[in-house]
């Protein structure tokens, strides 16, 4: 059975960093393009970032350029979203997704490409 499991969210203030973690188990992890998506209530969930499954292969969103990256450890098949200058807009639950990808520089912007996914973190950024 494939897990998902985001951690490392909280409440912080503008301008902070965070990072957030994904491990993924059930399944070998090298062969999945990895995923970070975001919601707020009302919303729709937004793509913010991918990983290929060699790390060479990576892509953020225009939203968070600059200040979000994205990284994988295949050996330790965990994923980050590294966080910084935060803002009250970045405010949301972040979910982690996985997509298993045959080429080993392709990633996944659209949602459907994903097939498993965590059950979010919520990230909150006061002004």
């Known amino acids: 059975q494939v897990q998902v499991v985001e951690s490392g969210g909280g409440l912080v203030q503008a301008g902070d960093s965070l990072r957030l973690s994904c491990v993924v188990s059930?399944?070998?992890?090298?062969?999945?393009?990895m995923g970070w998506f975001r919601q707020t209530p009302g919303k729709e969930r937004e793509f913010v970032a991918a990983?290929?499954?060699?790390?060479?292969?990576?892509y953020v969103a225009d939203s968070v350029k600059g200040r979000f990256a994205i990284s994988r450890d295949n050996a330790k098949s965990t994923v980050y979203l590294q966080m910084n200058s935060l803002k009250p807009e970045d405010t949301a639950v972040y979910f982690c997704?996985?997509?298993?990808?045959?080429?080993?520089?392709?990633?996944?912007?659209?949602?459907?490409?994903?097939?498993?996914w965590g059950q979010g973190t919520q990230v909150t950024v006061s002004s």
């Open positions: 990983v290929s499954r060699s790390v060479s292969g990576a």
């Open positions: 997704a996985a997509g298993r990808a045959s080429f080993y520089y392709t990633f996944y912007v659209g949602q459907s490409d994903y097939e498993f």
């Open positions: 059930g399944r070998t992890f090298s062969d999945y393009a």
